[in-house]
């Protein structure tokens, strides 16, 4: 079936540790995002990219690096400059244009 | 910032009954408008995607109306299921179609 896969499920992170969240997708979607959700807030754009070999920041991307090798693949990494990274992290993608976003299962990301 | 709200933050209704939510957002240079539903240990799921004013859509029970003019959009359900229950985001989309999520209504119905 396609769809977008997250790994790990539960990610715990030690102190000045950089961490690497997978991202891939089979749905051919040229366009992938980040999201990051905390309690009482809504999803927010960490980083999103609309074709291979080219991403932008969102709103929130302090701490965070990225790349998009390939198509299928979007990782993001957690690293240690980001001061507040526990969090529940949404992989996404979508075609281009005004459509709906396919979501991942997500990543619990916690500090030791 | 697009900031969106929502409204209410959460309902419980009894099964059978019809509800609705609200979503408001910034009138000025809109694009596109999503509304998805977020099951509990689920991922969310993209219920709709709206981009003209006094757009409508229906997807079974649950419809969606569009005012880009005055910046709002309501959800409706008819006759709630308990598997209605779920938390309801709405988010207005950019031109790169990056999405501006509110913080959703979760709506619990009762069997």
Redesign the interface.
Known sequence: DGG?TQSPKYLFRKEGQNVTLSCEQNLNHD?M?W?RQDP??????IY?S?IVNDF?K??IAEGYSVSREKKESFPLTVTSAQKNPTAFY?CAS?P???????????TRLSIL | ILNVEQSPQSLHVQEGDSTNFTCSFPSSNFYALHWYRWETAKSPEALFVMTLNGDEKKKGRISATLNTKEGYSYLYIKGSQPEDSATYLCARGTGANNLFFGTGTRLTVIP
Request: proline share 4%.
């Open positions: 977008i366009a995002y999201y009482g807030q809504g999803l927010r754009l999103y609309q932008q969102g709103d949404l979508s281009t244009g005004y459509q709906p976003q396919h979501f991942g299962d997500g």
